[in-house]
C-alpha cells in the first residue's frame, strides 16, 4: 500500500538556518503530495503541495519539489524563524473517486528553532 | 468563510463506553474524512463521507461508524471505547484536492 517516510526528529536550528526536511513516498499512480504543519495544540495546516512531477510547491518561504525519478518531495527553507517552530508532515493523496482522496500521512518531523 | 470546527474539544472516556464526536465542514465543502492520530504519529484515515454516503474507509473496525448530515456536517461514532483509542481525532473538510483540517478532538479513554 501506500507509505510516505520522513527523517525523523527532532531537527534543532538556529534562527536563519537553512533546512531541509526530507520526505520519500511509495505510491501506484501519480499521487499529490502535501506539506502539512501543525503547532502546538491545534490542527494541521496545509503548508504546500505539488501535484504532478517537477511541480514545485511553495508557501511562506517554504519550497518543496516533486521528483518522480527519486520519489521524493523534500520540504526546505532558506531562513527559519523562531515562528516555524512546529511539526511538520509530508503526505500523499491516493487519487481515490469522489472530489477528495484519503491521505496518507508521514510520522511527522518536530522543528525546534532557537535564537 | 468559516473554518471547519469541530466539539467537543477533550472528552474523557471509560473503557467500554461509547462516544461521538461532531464536525462542521467549511461552507461550500461536501466531503468530510475522520482521521485518528496517535500521540507522536501522524494521522491515519478512518473514513470519508461525500454527500452522506460512505467513500472509503481505513483498516479501523466496525465499532468505528459515522453520518454525514444533509448540510454535510458529520458524526464519528466509536462504540466499545478501548485504552488505544485515545487519541487526536481530526475531521477534514473538502471539494477539491485539499483538505482542510479542524482543532481536533482529544479523547482520552481511561
Known amino acids: 500500500g501506500d507509505s510516505v517516510t520522513q527523517m525523523e526528529g527532532p531537527v534543532t536550528l538556529s534562527e536563519e538556518a537553512f533546512l531541509t526536511i526530507n520526505c520519500t513516498y511509495t505510491a501506484t499512480g501519480y499521487p499529490s503530495l502535501f506539506w502539512y504543519v501543525q503547532y502546538p495544540g491545534e490542527g494541521l495546516q496545509l503548508l504546500l503541495k505539488?501535484?504532478?512531477?517537477?511541480d514545485k510547491g511553495s508557501n511562506k518561504g517554504f519550497e518543496a519539489t516533486y521528483r518522480k525519478e527519486t520519489t521524493s518531495f523534500h520540504l526546505e527553507k532558506g531562513s527559519v524563524q523562531v515562528s516555524d517552530s512546529a511539526v511538520y508532515f509530508c503526505?500523499?493523496?491516493?487519487?481515490?473517486?469522489?472530489?477528495?482522496?484519503?491521505?496518507?500521512f508521514g510520522t511527522g518531523t518536530r522543528l525546534q528553532v532557537t535564537l | 468563510e468559516t473554518g471547519v470546527t469541530q466539539s467537543p474539544t477533550h472528552l474523557i472516556k471509560t473503557r467500554g463506553q461509547q462516544v461521538t464526536l461532531r464536525c462542521s465542514s467549511q461552507s461550500g465543502h461536501n466531503t468530510v474524512s475522520w482521521y485518528q492520530q496517535a500521540l507522536g504519529q501522524g494521522p491515519q484515515f478512518i473514513f470519508q463521507y461525500y454527500r452522506e454516503e460512505e467513500n472509503g474507509r481505513g483498516n479501523f473496525p466496525p465499532r468505528f461508524s459515522g453520518l454525514q448530515f444533509p448540510n454535510y456536517s458529520s458524526e464519528l461514532n466509536v462504540n466499545a471505547l478501548e485504552l488505544d483509542d485515545s487519541a487526536l481525532y481530526l475531521c477534514?473538510?473538502?471539494?477539491?484536492?485539499?483538505?482542510?483540517f479542524g482543532p481536533g478532538t482529544r479523547l482520552t479513554v481511561t
Open positions: 477534514a473538510s473538502s471539494s477539491r484536492d485539499e483538505q482542510y
Open positions: 503526505a500523499l493523496s491516493d487519487g481515490g473517486t469522489g472530489t477528495a482522496s484519503k491521505l496518507t
Open positions: 505539488a501535484t504532478k512531477a517537477d
